[in-house]
């Protein structure tokens, strides 16, 4: 049982260049979720998509770009890298529920430096 | 709009000790409660929730009430292990299609 998995693990970008970090799901969950968390600071929403073919921007949303044109996949681009955007990124996916409790799954992460 | 307050870390116990970890909150209506747990190197998961006033969730010998007259959901151990160093982060979720919102998280360290 897979779950959520995020790849790759760790990366180095130089400023400007761009990377897609892949995030896959196997648990046919409709919801799906790019946070990214710096010290201290906890979790910050960059964007998250209800199904395939819906996406929307949450806190952080600048400077990446999403597409979900599977329920399995969601891919986060950056298209200019820029140093703040080093971070660590966790992509999560959740089912929508009758209610609100519905938990969220999370990958291992993706640990980005941009230099 | 919504919030979580998490205490100020780090935290560093002795093996054996009691953990108290403070969680207040900030929500329009009636919000489900969330703790979740991250070890090194890993994603956070889910440690346990509550989803109304009075719940008590509990995992793992943890447990959180959760309280409406006080907002608060604050973590509770009775005797912690050198397992259970980790960032602990408590979070809510205000409504079915709403977004998780979480705390800042705080760094627990036991020693043996």
């Known amino acids: 049982n897979a779950g959520v998995t995020q790849t790759p693990k760790f990366r180095i970008l130089k400023i400007g260049q761009s990377m897609t970090l892949q995030c896959t799901q196997d648990?046919?969950?409709?919801?799906m979720y790019w946070y990214r968390q710096d010290p201290g600071m906890g979790l910050k929403l960059i964007y998250y998509s209800v199904g395939a073919g819906i996406t929307d921007k949450g806190e952080v949303p600048n400077g990446y770009n999403v597409s979900r044109s599977t329920t399995e996949d969601f891919p986060l681009r950056l298209e200019l890298a820029a140093p703040s955007q080093t971070s660590v990124y966790f992509c999560?996916?959740?089912?929508?529920?009758?209610?609100?409790?519905?938990?969220?799954?999370f990958g291992n992460g993706t640990r980005l430096t941009v230099t | 709009g919504d919030s979580v307050t998490q205490m100020e870390g780090p935290v560093t116990l002795s093996e054996e000790a009691f953990l108290t970890i403070n969680c207040t909150y900030t929500a329009t209506g009636y919000p489900s409660l969330f703790w979740y747990v991250q070890y090194p190197g890993e994603g956070l998961q889910l440690l346990l929730k509550?989803?109304?006033?009075?719940d008590k969730g509990s995992n793992k010998g943890f447990e959180a009430t959760y309280r409406k007259e006080t907002t608060s959901f604050h973590l509770e151990k009775g005797s912690v292990q050198v397992s259970d160093s980790a960032v602990y982060f408590c979070?809510?979720?205000?409504?079915?299609?709403?977004?998780?919102?979480f705390g800042k998280g705080i760094t627990l360290s036991v020693r043996p």
């Open positions: 648990m046919n969950h409709n919801y």
């Open positions: 999560a996916s959740s089912t929508p529920g009758a209610q609100s409790n519905s938990p969220l799954h």
């Open positions: 509550a989803t109304k006033a009075d």
């Open positions: 979070a809510l979720r205000a409504g079915a299609n709403s977004k998780l919102t």
